[in-house]
Nanobody
Framework: QVQLVESGGGSVQAGGSLRLSCAAF??????????MAWFRQAPGKEREGVAA???????IYAYSVKGRFTISKDNGKTILYLQMNSLKPEDTAMYYC??????????????????WGQGTQVTVSA
């Protein structure tokens, strides 16, 4: 069993920055076999992928955040980060951390991750 605990959310003005963290606890496989990702869900909208980092370090970003957000991880402590710069009101959402495991650390499709955090709220005002 794996538990994910997010932190770092809050309220900022447009153009500001926030850094989200997600710590993984429990039966966590080695980093090379883990895909970790950030998703977000705004009220009335479907959950969408924001960024992911595969076991080999490959990163993927949603087009809407590319160039503004950076995903990274601390392999030694199994902590995932999301540095969010130049925030926009449309970035307002609940942000969720997710993790999945496979022999080669590839990321699953869409939201098909086995473990999820409880979420942390990000609110960006105009």
């Amino acid at each position: 069993q794996v538990q994910l605990v997010e932190s770092g959310g809050g309220s900022v003005q447009a153009g500001g920055s926030l850094r989200l963290s997600c710590a993984a606890f429990g039966s966590v496989y080695t980093s090379s076999r883990s895909c970790m990702a950030w998703f977000r869900q705004a009220p009335g909208k479907e959950r969408e992928g924001v960024a992911a980092i595969a076991g080999d370090g490959t990163t993927i970003y949603a087009y809407s955040v590319k160039g503004r957000f950076t995903i990274s991880k601390d392999n030694g402590k199994t902590i995932l980060y999301l540095q969010m710069n130049s925030l926009k009101p449309e970035d307002t959402a609940m942000y969720y951390c997710a993790i999945d495991f496979s022999y080669d650390g590839r990321c699953p499709r869409g939201t098909d991750f086995r473990y999820w955090g409880q979420g942390t709220q990000v609110t960006v005002s105009a």
